[in-house]
């Protein structure tokens, strides 16, 4: 993309690119060179223009030309303009792959085409690049987008990641960093396909253990955030190549058990059919109790061999990565007496050790500093 930018109007592969990057001419000037080619390509006169690149053009607004003399493009780049809004314009680009449109001024109310996502647009753009806007909230109308492969809305001012980003079922790489997200959703760990999540710089306090579900992740980036553990789920990303954590407050020491309520007189009963494994069939019980013993989670601590429901103990236990970093991961047992106090050779310490065998080959690149 360097090349792209730092030419002018040099057409290329066998004139199936044009680039037209930091042309010192007016917007009318490109406008009646961008009508003249589409005016070309519909005579048959060149060959069809596949690829487009507009970067650093002052434009205020998307070219004209564009809705009706390019059909065949699959890539647009508009970056580093005065764009406030992606006009009608690109709705006429059926074909269209990959969008490039950082480092403008969009972000306000229209930023995106009325009927983006009924357009056949939204069938086709697998590539849709945003950062260096000013949204500040992940528009709509990019989560009816279910074609894309990667979504990059980095440097912006977003509060949130909303729910429906699972609507995503494509999506492979999704970069966010560098705004203002403080919580991340569970939906986010409904995306079968994501490859590489970047939440960096932002001012998120923890990761949803649900982040299991992503079997499909190689890369994580969480630098620069204000986390202080980690799931101890995050051990299930069998594909985890690299995970980034420097400039968190990851503790070094802290109180391992924190408050914890008793168990009702229902999560005493469920616990004692679950362990003794007492047998009964949907005749025997009401449906909301066959629903609530469903709920059962196994302690962790594989000395235990208990389950709890909704009553839990939390509690930090380091893990040793690569012989290198030891990290604070949250995990819950059924009971304080799962957890010896905070001697250096605690249960929890040596299931650490246990834990840190299996996982250390799994993990290949941790970077905390």
Known sequence: ??????????????????????????????????????????????EALLRLLLPHNRLASLPRALGGGFPHLQLLD??????????????????????????????????????????????????????????????????????LHTLSLGGNQLQTIPAEIENLQSLECLYLGGNFIKEI?????????????????????????????LHSLRSLSLHNNLLTYLPREILSLIHLEELSLRGNPL???????????????????????????????????????????????NCPNPKCGGVYFDCCVRQIKFVDFCGKYRLPLMHYLCSPECSSPCS????????????????AHRMQKVLLG
């Open 251 to 297: 503790v070094v020491r802290f109180v391992r058990d924190l408050t914890y309520n008793p168990p009702t007189l229902l999560e005493l009963a469920a616990r004692t059919i679950k362990i003794r494994n007492i047998s009964y069939t949907p005749c025997d019980l009401p449906g909301n109790l066959l629903r609530y013993l469903s709920l059962a989670s």
């Open 344 to 359: 250096s050779t605690s249960q929890s310490e040596s299931d650490s050790e246990d834990e840190a065998s299996v996982a």
């Open 1 to 46: 993309m360097e090349e792209a930018e730092a030419g002018a109007a040099v057409p290329a592969a066998g004139e199936a690119e044009l680039n037209l990057s930091r042309l010192s001419v007016s917007p009318e000037t490109l406008e009646s060179e961008l009508e003249s080619r589409g005016d070309e390509e519909r005579r048959g006169a060149r």
């Open 185 to 213: 959703p569970p939906e986010l760990a409904n995306l079968p396909s994501l490859n590489y999540l970047v939440l960096c710089d932002n001012r998120i306090q923890s990761v949803p253990p649900q982040f299991s579900q």
């Open 78 to 147: 508009v970056s580093g303009n005065a764009l406030t809004a992606l006009g009608p314009e690109l709705l006429a680009l059926r074909r269209l792959r990959t969008l490039l449109a950082k480092n403008n001024r969009l972000g306000g109310p229209g930023a995106l085409p009325k009927g983006l996502a009924r357009s056949p647009l939204a069938r086709s753009l697998q590539v849709l690049n945003l950062s260096g806007n000013c949204f500040q909230e992940l528009p709509a109308p990019v989560l009816e987008l279910r074609a």
